[in-house]
């Protein structure tokens, strides 16, 4: 039920993902049966692999996540938990109020043995191979503990879901030796070269970041949100002003469309769709946060995504190297 | 002597600004003169209104700043402070060592009084009017105190120098609503709502930043130089990911030539240069620190505006508005 474009894109994402998954035994969606109902009929197929959960309440986007979850029982935020919670699904993809998805898996996931605080990790497009940036929001201030449990975190999932045999891992800073950043990061920095087994590169600054030379970079939810929107918020300028430039006159007008296919192609390669939603590390079960504006097509690659992080046992794999390093 | 492309450009932008920025009476360039004369011999013209003061150190990019301040004291960056301390110079502009360049400054000018901590402005392109990010790397940790400052000189300069006669004030969160952000974030937006006479519009999101409807936009130097770095590094993904499909066959070929006059426009919108360096606020004297990869444009525009800051006395100005709300 949430999201821009709901429920008419997470239908038709997930319709895809039924006829085009083949890994995928069912897809329950959860929310107003009558209206997934309608939106179901809409559809050209209608698998007989998606069923329906009918959940009576949903979170609005702008409502206070805690109140929500606690709230609203029959949410279908809160249904779709907790159909992951009893083993009836294996995964969960929601487009809708990131707060609240956090809340009730926090609520009724709970954080992995060992696992002070989820995290939500965001895989980005760069030059070379994507990036894997942890945390995106789900915490503003954080510890060096929480920081070294992050890059655990994002380095599983590079290796598990990238197939990155020995992921590279920088922390986000302002300049490249170790005496650079603030408090925090300083103290991180020293702190997570002595993990044993991670592949710790050191600093890494915003300069580095679309290089594509590191495979996770950590950094607090503060700082991780804000680069996440930043980064969308230049390639909107950057569209903004091609667009303007673009159509200034017929002559202009013909080259862009000689370079239709290109710029067809560019926006493929931007688009974050393509890696399908954030999954969110540090708890039972698995969790992938769509965003609020998916397309269909983006659903359909989130839930591509939670299919195998499922089936890789994502969590896990987090537990056991989180065990690895409180044993030490 | 500093800067990725020192002295020639530094030379070139020089000789520009002494050519064609009228209200300018002098120029001096500080470092090794034998290298300087050298270099000016090689420009066309070489104005009149230059002139050279020998500096016979120079501190290197990498230096440790406190370190290479205290013990060269015959570096350029020190012997152009001393201009400025002196009165000998109104303005002084690097293209160095910035962390050296701040040392300096902190040293030999001084904060103003009320200031607490000098901080680095960087105007930026955006879809409308340029915004004023501040800071962007002088202070790693801030308090609210620092923040408040901040918004202060922001709004002193986006006022003087881009001639918004009411600055928008934004402090960088990651919400909308009073309530998002980090701990120091949430207690700044109380505290800058209270500052009388600033147009403060709330927190304002990484999305918003280059939307261009917020003149100053307020955050700690770490967050604020990541995402300096951050949308520098998404600028320079967009044009390699262009060039790529653009170079693909001989049709976007074409259409590349067709539309070269729109990539040249879209570069000179997207370019910061045309901004000219960062200003650094809050100390007795003007101060302007260009991006070490300056072009001989990049430091006549830093040279423009240093000479408007200068004249505009952003410097007193500051110190003014700082006394208002500390007798308040």
Redesign the interface.
Known sequence: MGGDHAPKETVRGSVGAALGLKDITKIILVGDSEILNRELNRCKFKPSKIEICHASEAVAMGESPAQAIRRKKDSSISKAMDLVKSGEADAMVSAGNTGAVLVAAMLKLRPLEGVERPAIAMVMP??QRPVVLIDV?AN??CSVKLLEQFAIMGSVYSKAILKQSKPVVGL???GGEEGK???I?KEACAALGKIAGLNFKGNV???????GETDVVV?????G??????????????Q???SK??H?NP??L??????K???K??KR??DPELYGGAPLLGVNGTCIIAHGASSGRAILNAIRVACESAQNRVDQLIMKEIAKTRAI
Do not use: P
């Open positions: 760069t030059q929001g503003t201030d986000l800073s302002i950043g603030n408090e990061t600054e915003g300069h580095d970041l679309f290089r950094c607090d939810g503060f700082v949100n804000v680069v996440l929107k930043t980064s969308e918020s230049v390639v909107h300028a950057v903004y002003w091609m430039e673009f200034k002559m202009r013909l080259g862009a469309t000689l370079l296919g290109a710029l192609a560019m390669r931007m």
